[in-house]
């Protein structure tokens, strides 16, 4: 069986290198490409089709909101976690308004359905 293959995109090469550790040490998933902004991710995507990106919310060049529109468009079938540390609800309005199939917040939970913390 073939691993699921996973593109990294976020400025912080700290992160990009441990979730790319913690992803690799998994049986059936392997990091295949990293990018250190959106412009470069979606460099990377003219080549490649992962089953997810997992990407930054706040990268430089462009965002991740951005980023993950032009994905949707583009490879609609590719998966993608956007990640953040913020913590205004107006940044995982955005989020949900591109239309990723999977998002998370490392502080406010937001359900889809009713827009209020914690479902």
Do not use: W
Request: charged share 25%; proline share 7%.
């Amino acid at each position: 069986m073939n691993p699921y293959r996973i593109i990294l995109a976020d400025d912080h090469i700290l992160l990009r290198r441990g979730l790319k550790k913690i992803i690799d040490g998994s049986d059936n998933m392997v990091v295949t490409e990293e990018a250190g902004d959106g412009l470069e991710l979606l460099e990377i995507l003219k080549g490649a089709t992962p089953e997810m990106v997992i990407l930054d919310i706040s990268m430089p060049k462009l965002g991740g909101i951005e980023a993950t529109r032009q994905i949707k468009m583009s490879k609609p079938g590719v998966k993608v976690l956007v990640l953040t540390m913020h913590k205004r609800k107006e940044y995982m309005f955005h989020v949900l308004e591109a239309r990723p199939p999977l998002h998370a917040s490392a502080r406010i939970p937001i359900c889809p359905r009713t827009s209020e913390s914690f479902c």
